[in-house]
């Protein structure tokens, strides 16, 4: 069996188009876990949809439950022996998509499924760049982690995944109390515990792009929440005993969280002149320094095979040792004026889990 897991709090406009793309599933062996706040609308929208289905389950959450807590009581109540997590305003991509998924994964006998997505912006479909990761990938290397998570990032989400229960609840694995990139620190872990990754290249999910959907919105504690998630991993690796041998992950994390934490304001109207302020928050912080330093002195960023994301990130974690916030500002400010970072977007599926048109 299949369990299904939608946390179902603030629920848009397409969650009707997510659960009728779930029951219509042709693999037939599935519970779908709803949690919501029970003195909610929503939970009245949920037990509506409960009525009309028994593989239907509500577990019910408190009022202001993050994403991140609610998956973890779905998967404290699931019964399959595999888990899948859907998004309530996204969908699966055809009603074979979990047909396709358990079969690739059981045939491999591996820990976790990772496959492809497409974006869905009002009716039109847009491409993704496709993961491009093969059995034969050395997925115990700083480069793949890097692909994984950032470059490529199709590792950054639990979606369009399928896990195996059993290594779930062998290692440990929860989702950190949360409401954005909860789904990357709890695949950092997933990976952390050395699961057995089997990949397929095809399409079995689709992302909802826009201002509609509920992770459009504006971050007053960007920099908090990220350096907690991180906090929370490093935490993770620790009681695994391996603490060290990934520790790019979150280093490369709090880089990325400095970059885009800048764009978000950028987005949102700034003054460039402030961009400064933003970023001396970060070379000043401790644990960010530390990470920087982990970064120079172990010279992880030469591991990288891309040329321009080694060079990149290796001067960047240099420039914050060195606590130059105005030239970082003022990179920063002339790439997202010239859009670079959404052509390379474009081009290489460039989002880090810390933004899918700012869905995080």
Excluded at 73 to 98: H, I, N, P, Q, R
Excluded at 200 to 207: A, E, K, R
Excluded at 219 to 247: H, L, P, Q, V
Excluded at 313 to 333: A, H, M, P, Q, V
Aim: with cysteine; hydrophobic share 35%; aromatic share 14%.
């Amino acid at each position: 069996m299949i369990s299904i897991i939608i946390s179902a709090i603030r629920l848009g406009n397409f969650f009707d188009e997510c659960m009728e793309s779930c029951l219509r599933q042709t693999y037939g062996d599935t519970e779908i876990i709803l949690v919501t706040d029970d003195g909610s609308e929503d939970f009245l929208r949920c037990k509506e949809k409960a009525k009309t289905d028994g593989r239907i389950h509500i577990v019910s959450c408190d009022a202001d439950s993050s994403i991140g807590t609610s998956r973890n009581l779905g998967l404290a109540e699931a019964k399959g022996e595999y888990v899948c997590f859907v998004d309530a305003d996204d969908m699966f991509y055809d009603e074979t998509s979990l047909e396709r998924m358990i079969r690739s994964l059981t045939v491999e006998n591996g820990d976790v499924l990772l496959t492809n997505y497409i974006r869905k912006k009002g009716d039109e479909m847009i491409p993704v760049v496709p993961h491009g990761f093969t059995e034969a990938e050395n997925t115990d290397s700083v480069d793949f982690r890097f692909r994984a998570f950032n470059s490529v990032g199709h590792f950054s989400y639990v979606w369009a995944k399928l896990y195996r229960r059993e290594f779930l609840e062998e290692n440990a694995i929860r989702f950190p109390d949360s409401n954005f990139g909860e789904d990357k620190i709890f695949n950092f872990c997933v990976y952390g515990a050395r699961c057995d990754l089997v990949f397929s290249d095809q399409i079995t999910y689709v992302f909802r792009m826009g201002d509609e959907t509920i992770t459009t919105q504006y971050k007053d504690d960007f920099k908090e929440n990220w350096e907690k998630n991180a906090i929370f991993f490093d935490r993770y690796m620790e009681s695994r005993g391996r603490k060290e041998k990934y520790e790019d992950l979150s280093a490369f994390l709090m880089m990325f969280t400095l970059i885009f934490h800048v764009r978000q304001e950028y987005r949102f109207g700034l003054k460039a002149k402030d961009f400064a302020k933003v970023v001396e928050r970060y070379t000043t912080d401790d644990y960010v320094r530390s990470k920087m330093e982990y970064l120079v002195s172990e010279k992880i960023c030469g591991m990288i095979e891309d040329i321009s994301f080694r060079t990149g990130t290796d001067n960047l974690s240099k420039w914050i040792l060195r606590k130059r916030n105005e030239g970082i500002s003022w990179w920063l400010e002339r790439m997202f004026d010239l859009s670079i970072d959404r052509k390379h977007s474009d081009t290489r599926g460039l989002d880090m889990g810390i933004t899918a048109e700012m869905k995080i």
